[in-house]
DNA sequence: TCAAAAGTGTTATCCTTACACCCATGT
DNA sequence: ACATGGGTGTAAGGATAACACTTTTGA
């Protein structure tokens, strides 16, 4: 009756590194020792036996493949639908399973310590999603992909035409619609239904029909399997609780600037904010503590640290931050 | 290396009923037709080879099993952790399999129509919860829980006793620390943590030590496997996202009154609201359009008629409701 | 002295909260 | 007439968004 299953561990963990949020990827190995030419998120099959828990499957193999230990990690999504590319785990020479499900993590990390694992290194998010970064205004990418979705959009019969053209304007504020930085999924799935991300092509087992150097720029790099889905689904709930958990502090050092803080919070978000607002509603708040101490190496001003009231988080129903737009 | 795993869907199917929030529940069972003491969720395994997603097939056992259609459906949270019991789904006589991974659904209706399936009925989440429900101020039960939280925090171990008071204080809303509807499943995982959920000494293979009437009852009615946890997230999920996203309305008909509609978060979230501001906040979010006829047998004067605007839904980024609380 | 980045003050506007009151129907 | 529930107005206080300005360092 009901098949066995095997399921697969896959981790998206996120750091910020020189001011930009980056993400722990892979370039697995197949049977002749070839790195493949797109990148992975670190994954590994769940072995029932040996880990009484997915959480602590994840943080073994995570540090058995990276070299690296994961501190706040939160389950994702469970993603099982056919139709997509199964990974490719090392499952030794057992007899083959017919399905493989994977269960998402996100986990998130104060350094993007340098690993020295073998294939293993730290990719800006923008390398995946080259247009979900507006903090210097409205990315380039983005009118390379209008031209596109516009075009897949009039390919519609009737009123399906119609409805995508909705669809692309809200997803990607074409047309005046306003940005929404949370719907990076959203986003992902209609480039994917429209036959744009090169994963959809391969999926199909269709060659892709090679788009311009441009507009393959414009829609980043594709991964292995359904990774890049889950990178889209780690993004989107990132953004999200950043709104409504204090979350950012488990990219923080323990002590920061505010500068600094509102400049995690901006590569994540992908947008600019208002530095006085935010600053007040960090206060209102009250997440944030002064130390006393200066940053002096700051090319200016020094800046004062401050650290995270950790105590609050189970102290309170601690909320997050808001995030006060820096209209341009 | 890793062994197979059999995965099982569960669902929370959630509908109002008479003002009151209901989960479809049924009681499995087991080779000798006798129906189990407890109740559970709808759930069965699932056969990767007959369905190509998990919600598909989600669909199709609940229809099959309860027969009932399901609407709004979204993943919940996959649960896979050794110790608690593993679901008794009716999987023939194949090898049984190690280990049960069980995939929680969030299924909302707007009617709790009667299935009239054997073994199938609707049971009112104050079954499971009694101490969830704030609407008419503080719930008796959580007196009872207090006594037992506190002797708990007692039986502690040096530092160990204020952390843990310190815990039951902020989820129980205990010496004037204020109530948040969102936390259910932490509330219900501290109660298993301190042994008082019956499921908690039945997973660890003892016999309860049978507490007083008075305790059981304001514990709530367990239930099998890991179902009250699943429900719990369930709660926590459905009370969190009616902040964010208009979810309430596919819980109403096509047309409702706005008190009907203020019931019905109320239920949901378990506190009373303020009905002006209630009212304006709806209003000002524009989430909703009044249709001009009247639902005469009201009790008092006839109620205005009203639709969810649902192309809101692909036209902008909606947001869900506030609640304005009604203090007492 | 100037650039660069830190940090402060102030205002208009909007949203939230809280109060009290009027309206239309059935019995 | 009155109980019951539906529906409205308005003012105080707090949060947000937007403005421009001062301070402290290194080069």
Redesign the interface.
Known sequence: ???????GLSAVIVAIREGEAVVLTVRPRDGDGRASELAGLPFG?????AH???ELALRAFVTQQTRFDLGYVE?L??F????RDAPV?N??P?AA???V?S?GYLALTPQAVDTHAPDTEWSSWSRFFPYEDWRGGRPRALAVLEVALRRWAEMGRGAEAASRL??AR?AFALDGA?W?E??VLERYELLYEAGLAPEAARDRGEACGAPSEELSAALGEPMISDHRRILATALSRLRGKLK?RPVVFELMPEAFTLSALQRTVEAIAGVALHKQNFRRALERAGLVEGLGRLETDTGGRPAELFRFRRELL????ASGLSLPLLRD
């Open positions: 009756m009901a098949d066995p299953v095997v399921i099959p769940f072995d029932p036996d009484r828990t997915f389950q999504y469970t099982g639908d056919r139709g785990a499952m030794g057992g399973p017919s399905r499900i269960v909705a669809r809200l306003p929404n949370e719907r409504y189970s102290a309170r129903p």
